[in-house]
């Protein structure tokens, strides 16, 4: 038995499952539960792939920072009215249910007419490489050095805006 | 090496750390008692066993015979979790910490850690920032407003010191050039301590250390003046054990990562003065591994009943105000030193 493909349909059904789950549940903690689930399950899909500093940064980033932002204001909200948070409207019921079958519809054409994983990774070897932190680390700071200093500058603006707005709120 | 080899060794590694820390962990509980009877002019634990060094075990027997109360209005299935996944988080942080250099038994070559992988620091992060969850689910599925109040308090409280426990970090990979914790520990060697190096970072590194284990002067998501129990009110029998085992558990762990990232790890200075080499050479280094440990484990304790609780707002303004910037500081320190000296 091939350790890779039994550890790969663990986490693939694992992560398939939890992300109904999440959509499923009427408790928002329950569901925010679920989705560290599936956070935790693509990390480790990703170490399959070889790509350890993406899984690592999904569980620190994802799963250990903004998962637990989420879960402190669901804990905070009154959970009393929470099974009325589900719209009633029937149009907008419908149009979810398009909007479902359409981004599936799109992604099983990339995965099946595509191939997109032979063509954006046509060497094996290059691509192994590809995830380690010090081939992201060298990317990061020598080509795509702009674009990672634009988004650090977007990120201090929103974090000096919150700042502010909060500060306002509270004088 | 074959994938089943691979397997066989990393379970009897897994075997042996996991036995070795609960036997700390449960051994901590009892020097905690002694060390704080000692501080405050009392005997403590001495009816079980010589000197009372089998109360642990009387401790862990009492509390499995427990009723196990679970609330009414707890959500029963995220209320057992809780505890577990408490359990789970602290010991499989230990699973990138080097105990020793590599060694050599019986012609066959091993290292002394579980998984040698070459995003150590990163997987210690990503372990610990899921800590958080254990409290804040144990807090929220107790349905008490003690327990609630403690589970968001320790969350925003784990949340603010990771950002200068990082911050810190960033300095030792500066000096180490890698994120494996066995090049980190290496780069230490001659006493190139980065507690000697960097003190700031150290500092703050223990202060953040002190406040994601929950220890005093930070435990206040189980402050019982206020809180009753904190997040572990409505726990008890084998489960609230859970959570105490953790907190001694998460204790022996963040030791031994201050040992491994400041402290020089399992290096020995009496090694590399006398020239001492072969087995000899790695037993000693393995023992100075867990002198430096024992030695911060008591230093916890130590605290704990020397100092008194921050209030909430003080913790925060702590964090915020004077570790973070500090952390700060202590990134640009490190990078003159390498600018100026060429390490």
């Not at chain 1, 010090?134 to 974090?159: S, V, W």
């Not at chain 2, 403590?44 to 010589?50: E, F, L, Q, S």
Request: charged letters at 10%.
């Amino acid at each position: 038995m091939n350790l890779e493909i039994l550890l790969f349909s663990v986490f693939a059904l694992v992560s398939a499952v939890s992300a109904v789950m999440t959509i499923t549940r009427k408790t928002p903690v329950i569901s925010a539960i679920f989705l560290i689930l599936n956070f935790f399950s693509l990390a480790g899909l990703y170490l399959l792939l070889n790509a350890q500093f993406i899984a690592v940064v999904q569980v620190i980033v994802y799963a250990g920072a903004i998962m637990v932002l989420f879960l402190f204001v669901i804990m905070l909200l009154n959970s009393a009215a929470e099974s009325k948070i589900f719209s009633d409207n029937r149009v907008i019921q419908y149009f979810a249910v398009f909007i479902a079958v359409f981004v599936f519809a799109q992604l099983a054409y990339l995965i099946f007419f595509q191939h997109p994983g032979e063509v954006i990774n046509p060497q094996l070897a290059e691509s192994i490489k590809a995830g380690t932190i010090e081939n992201i680390g060298r990317q990061l700071y020598t080509e795509y050095l702009i674009p990672f200093e634009i988004a650090g500058f977007l990120l201090l603006a929103a974090t000096i805006g919150a700042m502010v707005i909060a500060k306002k709120k509270f004088e | 090496m074959d994938i089943w080899s691979i397997v066989i060794e990393t379970s009897i590694k897994i075997f042996v750390v996991v036995n070795v820390l609960l036997l700390t962990v449960s051994y901590s509980v009892y020097f905690e008692r002694k060390i704080s009877a000692w501080a405050q002019n009392r005997i403590g634990p001495n009816r079980v066993g010589w000197l009372g060094l089998l109360q642990p075990f009387a401790d862990v027997f009492k509390l499995l015979l427990k009723e196990d109360i679970v609330p009414d209005k707890s959500n029963k299935a995220i209320h057992a979790l809780a505890p577990f996944l408490a359990l789970f988080v602290a010991f499989s942080t230990y699973a990138v910490i080097p105990i020793g250099p590599e060694m050599t038994l019986f012609g066959y070559t091993f290292s002394l850690v579980v998984a040698d992988v070459g995003i150590g620091i990163l997987y210690v992060l990503a372990m610990t920032s899921l800590g958080v969850y254990a409290i804040t689910f144990a807090g929220w599925s107790s349905g008490s407003k003690y327990s609630l109040l403690g589970g968001i308090r320790s969350a925003a409280q784990m949340i603010s010191y990771e950002v200068s426990m990082g911050f810190s970090i960033a300095g030792v990979i500066m000096f180490s050039e890698s994120l494996n914790m066995n090049v980190i520990v290496q780069s230490q060697a001659g006493w190139m301590w980065n507690a000697i190096l960097q003190p700031i970072g150290f500092i703050t590194f223990v202060v953040a250390a002190f406040a994601e284990t929950n220890r005093m002067p930070f435990d206040l998501p189980e402050a019982e003046p206020e809180l009753v129990g904190g997040y572990h009110t409505e726990y008890s029998s084998m489960k609230f054990a859970g959570f105490f085992l953790a907190e001694y558990a998460n204790m022996a762990i963040a030791s031994a990562l201050i040992v491994t990232l400041y402290l020089g790890g399992w290096q020995n200075p009496l090694v590399d003065i006398f020239g001492i080499t072969g087995i000899t050479a790695t037993l000693m280094q393995i023992g100075a591994f867990l002198v430096k440990v024992l030695a911060l484990l008591f230093f916890f304790i130590w605290v704990r009943w020397s100092l008194p609780r921050f209030r909430y707002d003080q913790l925060m303004d702590l964090g915020w105000k004077v570790m973070f910037p500090l952390s700060l500081i202590n990134i640009v320190w490190v990078a003159a030193l390498i600018m100026i000296f060429n390490l």
